[in-house]
């Protein structure tokens, strides 16, 4: 089997590298970067010694496409993943369009010359603000959780938001190029007759990551909490008690070779992918976690509400355990604590990939 893996230097791409070969007997691997993400250039060399055959290119440019060869699968993990993209002066809402839209057309245009199946890696940022915003918490143990006492927004629960979750506008721009990327996807695999499967992720999270406050949050905030640099917890009261879940891309790596194995859909295209419940932590007890392990250090309050944030989101990923009979293995004690690891083996690391 021959795959190709856009944003394959970046954190996701190259886990995921590395986890289908170890799955997939006899993988072939192409891959495709930019490297414009800071630190990306670190992953092309382990790649290129375990076999990986890279190319240099840009998915936003239709020719990077004409010198790859036909491969069975494309999976589509380049992306600016910020929901902040577009707004946040770092970059424009044309750069963001074109590299998560218009990219993804150019790879379903390849995916279609070689039919191709095509597994896109999509985000929990399709869901609806307003009502993400609206599922009533309450505080407890320095956490948000879900008040199940009130009303709940279809498709949400104690369990987490689940794929019958609104996806009405508001999204954010990010938001908006993914779940039309998702539509596009589906209408390209419908049209010409290819599989596509679409996997709305968490936040995934593990050593090696380039994490940024905006993105990747959990590596980050250990790294800057070992490293003394500032931290805040940003709206909410300034409490750190808004919560997201993590599970590690070598879970994710396990659920694409089931898909890839399996071809094409046989119900549900779309399947949410993340840690869920078991997998979940505040900010807080997130800083208290660090603080057993480095030293204390306490975050800035912060109670100026920033634009798309949300005070709890959890990914109910039920839909896939029935399906694939997938679970998240690798719990998120031991995501952190191999987090930690590169945090003491890597004092540097923000340095490099900011």
Same mark, same amino acid.
């Given at each position: 089997?021959?795959?190709?893996?856009?944003?394959?230097s970046? &954190?996701?791409?190259?886990?995921? !590298?590395h986890?289908?070969?170890?799955?997939?007997?006899?993988?072939?691997?192409?891959?495709?970067?930019?490297? =414009?993400?800071?630190?990306?250039?670190?992953?092309?060399?382990?790649?290129?010694?375990?076999?990986?055959?890279?190319?240099?290119?840009?998915?936003?440019?239709? /020719?990077?496409?004409?010198?790859?060869?036909?491969?069975?699968?494309?999976?589509?993990?380049?992306?600016?993943?910020?929901?902040?993209?577009?707004?946040?002066?770092? =970059?424009?809402?044309?750069?963001?369009?074109?590299?998560?839209?218009?990219?993804?057309?150019?790879?379903?245009?390849?995916?279609?010359?070689?039919?191709?199946?095509?597994?896109?890696?999509?985000? /929990?940022?399709?869901?609806?603000i307003?009502?993400?915003?609206?599922?009533?918490?309450?505080?407890?143990?320095?956490?948000?959780?879900?008040?199940?006492?009130?009303?709940?927004?279809?498709?949400?629960?104690?369990?987490?938001?689940?794929?019958?979750?609104?996806?009405?506008?508001?999204? =954010?721009?990010?938001?908006?190029?993914?779940?039309?990327?998702?539509?596009?996807?589906?209408?390209?695999?419908?049209?010409?007759?290819?599989?596509?499967?679409?996997?709305?992720?968490?936040?995934?999270?593990? !050593?090696?990551?380039?994490?940024?406050?905006?993105?990747?949050?959990?590596?980050?905030?250990?790294?800057?909490h070992?490293?003394?640099?500032?931290?805040?917890?940003?709206? &909410?009261?300034?409490?750190?008690?808004?919560?997201?879940? !993590?599970?590690?891309?070598?879970?994710?790596?396990?659920?694409?070779?089931?898909?890839?194995?399996?071809?094409?859909?046989?119900?549900? !295209?779309i399947?949410?992918?993340g840690?869920?419940?078991?997998?979940?932590?505040?900010?807080?007890?997130?800083?208290?976690?660090?603080?057993?392990?480095?030293?204390?250090?306490?975050?800035?309050?912060?109670?100026?509400?920033?634009?798309?944030?949300?005070?709890?989101?959890v990914?109910?990923?039920?839909?896939?355990?029935?399906? &694939? /009979?997938w679970?998240?293995?690798?719990?998120?004690?031991?995501?952190?604590?191999?987090?930690?690891?590169?945090?003491r083996?890597h004092?540097?690391?923000?340095?490099r990939?900011?």
């Amino acid at each position: 089997m021959k795959l190709l893996i856009t944003g394959i230097s970046g &954190f996701t791409g190259n886990c995921l !590298a590395h986890g289908l070969r170890r799955r997939i007997e006899g993988l072939e691997i192409y891959g495709l970067d930019n490297l =414009s993400r800071r630190g990306s250039e670190t992953n092309v060399e382990s790649l290129r010694q375990s076999g990986v055959h890279f190319f240099h290119g840009d998915v936003r440019q239709p /020719s990077d496409f004409e010198t790859l060869p036909p491969v069975d699968w494309v999976l589509e993990a380049a992306a600016n993943p910020s929901v902040l993209a577009g707004v946040d002066g770092r =970059s424009s809402t044309r750069q963001l369009l074109e590299h998560n839209l218009l990219g993804t057309v150019n790879t379903l245009e390849y995916a279609r010359r070689a039919q191709a199946g095509f597994i896109l890696l999509s985000t /929990s940022r399709v869901y609806s603000i307003p009502a993400l915003a609206s599922i009533p918490v309450r505080e407890s143990g320095g956490a948000f959780v879900v008040d199940s006492s009130q009303p709940t927004p279809a498709g949400a629960g104690p369990e987490g938001v689940s794929e019958a979750f609104s996806t009405a506008a508001p999204i =954010s721009l990010y938001g908006a190029t993914k779940l039309a990327s998702e539509a596009l996807a589906l209408e390209y695999g419908a049209t010409f007759g290819f599989p596509v499967w679409v996997n709305r992720c968490g936040v995934l999270a593990g !050593a090696g990551q380039f994490g940024t406050a905006e993105q990747g949050i959990f590596s980050y905030w250990l790294h800057a909490h070992a490293g003394r640099r500032p931290l805040r917890y940003i709206g &909410f009261g300034g409490h750190g008690w808004q919560v997201r879940d !993590a599970f590690h891309p070598d879970d994710l790596a396990e659920l694409l070779a089931i898909q890839m194995r399996r071809g094409a859909p046989a119900g549900r !295209a779309i399947h949410n992918a993340g840690g869920g419940i078991a997998n979940s932590m505040s900010l807080a007890q997130l800083t208290a976690w660090c603080d057993s392990r480095f030293s204390p250090f306490t975050p800035a309050a912060d109670h100026t509400p920033r634009r798309f944030d949300i005070p709890w989101l959890v990914m109910d990923s039920r839909l896939a355990r029935q399906e &694939f /009979s997938w679970a998240p293995q690798i719990s998120l004690q031991g995501i952190l604590e191999e987090i930690a690891k590169h945090v003491r083996d890597h004092p540097n690391w923000l340095e490099r990939c900011l």
